[in-house]
C-alpha cells in the first residue's frame, strides 16, 4: 500500500521530494572529483537532477523509479535523447529501470561503489525500512560507499517524507562506520511553511559498508528504532 502512496505522490507531481537543482549537499560532498569512475546508484530516483550531474562526472549512473511518466519527465525537462530497452531507459552512461525497487536485483544493477539515498529511506514508514535495508545489503558489498540525507522535524507527521532522528541511522547501518557531516536548522523550508512546523532540520551522511549485514540483525536494529524513536 505504501508503495502505491509513493507512485501516486509521483503521478500527482508532489513536489516534497523534487527539487528544480542539484542539492548542495552533493556540490559539497561528492565532488567531481570523488565521482570518478565511479558506478553510481540512486533508488526511487525520480526526476532529480541529481542524476544530470552525476553522469557529467561518474562513470555509469543507475537509477530506479517506479512511475514511467516521471521518467519521460525527466528526459524531457533535461533534454536527453534516450533508447528504451525493456524496463530501461538509457541516455549515454545514465540507466533509468522503471520498475519497483524492490523487484530489482544485482545482476541488472552491476557493481556500486556509491549509493546515493536523498528520499527514498524517508518515503518508507517505519515497517517497510527492513525491506529496503535488506534490499540494499542485497544490492551492495563491502566497501560500498553511501551518502544519506534525512530530514528531522517537529511535530511529526505520518506520511512522507517521514522524520527520521541521527540516532535512528546508526541503527539502521550497524555495518557501516558512519560520519554524520551535516545536521543544520532550515528555517525557510518549504515543509515548515505548508505544514506549520516548529522546525526542521535537513541530515548527512557520508557512510561505508564494512561487512555484510543478516536480515536477523537488520530486523533487530529496525524493531529497536521502533521501540526507542516512536514513543
Known sequence: MEKQVWAESREDSDTRFHRQNVHPYVLKHLTPFALMEK??????????????????????????????????????????AYEKVGERYIAGNLTLFCKDLFALTPDEVGEI??????????????PLRVGYLQKMEELTAPGTEYFLNTLEYAPEMNTAPFSI?????????????????????VPHHRMIRKFNLDYLREHGFLMRKLYDASYASLIEAANR??????Y
Not at 561503489?113 to 517505519?126: F, G, K, Q, T
Not at 541511522?169 to 554524520?180: D, L, M, S, T
Open 113 to 126: 561503489d556509491l549509493v546515493y539515498d536523498r528520499a527514498s529511506l524517508a518515503a518508507l514508514p517505519l
Open 39 to 80: 558506478s553510481i546508484f540512486v533508488p526511487l530516483c525520480g526526476r532529480s537532477l541529481d542524476l544530470v550531474y552525476f553522469s557529467q562526472f561518474a562513470e555509469r549512473v543507475v537509477g530506479v523509479e517506479r512511475v514511467e511518466n516521471t521518467i519521460l519527465q525527466f528526459f524531457a525537462e533535461n533534454q536527453l
Open 165 to 185: 532522528a541521527p540516532e535512528e541511522i546508526y541503527g539502521y547501518f550497524p555495518n557501516y562506520v558512519i560520519k554524520h557531516v551535516e545536521s543544520p536548522e
Open 225 to 230: 528504532s521502533f521501540y526507542e524513536f516512536s
